[in-house]
């Protein structure tokens, strides 16, 4: 296990910081959007390709922040493809509205093989966009148990 390291991540246009917090956890820095709520996400490395990135807000989320938003989504999804490799499904996970989960997905749509999102009443992740002749949208993707239960405590 790997102790708490902040490490930098090169991205198109820069670096990108986060603090590694186990081979397979990245936590990215907590940045301000319009409305004066903060955005953190923290980034899993599941088992088959699947990485789960969770979003934490300081507080509600208004329409002004998108545009922000989705470059925040589009710049952590590529310092996670620099660090853990080839993504073949990104789960999008987090309490925020339907707007903003769209959002995040028509944003990184193009860059991701398939976009899933977290079903707490499956335990599992939902395909809802997909690249990828082998994943349909419908179909589940399992995720670990703890893992579920940490993003969903």
């Known amino acids: 296990m ?13 670096e990108v910081e986060a603090t590694r917090t186990s081979e ?6 907590e940045v301000p959007l319009p409305s004066g709520t903060t955005v953190k996400a923290k980034a899993y490395k599941a088992p088959m390709g699947v990485v789960v990135l969770h979003f934490n807000f300081s507080d509600m989320l208004e ?25 073949k499904v990104l789960v999008i996970s987090g309490r925020m509205p339907i707007w903003a989960y769209i959002a995040i997905a028509h944003a990184v749509l193009h860059l991701a093989p398939a976009i899933a999102t977290l079903d ?8 809802v966009a997909s690249h990828n002749k082998m ?15 940490e993003l969903l405590s």
């Open 120 to 127: 707490p009443k499956l335990h599992a992740a939902v395909v």
């Open 135 to 149: 994943l349909e949208e419908g179909e589940i993707v399992e995720l670990p148990q703890d893992l579920v239960s």
């Open 24 to 29: 397979n956890v990245l936590e990215f820095a």
């Open 63 to 87: 329409p002004q922040d998108v545009k922000h938003l989705e470059k925040y989504a589009v710049e952590k999804y590529r310092a996670l493809t620099n660090k853990f490799g080839k993504i």
């Open 2 to 14: 790997v102790g708490k390291v902040r490490i930098s991540i090169e991205v198109e246009g820069g």
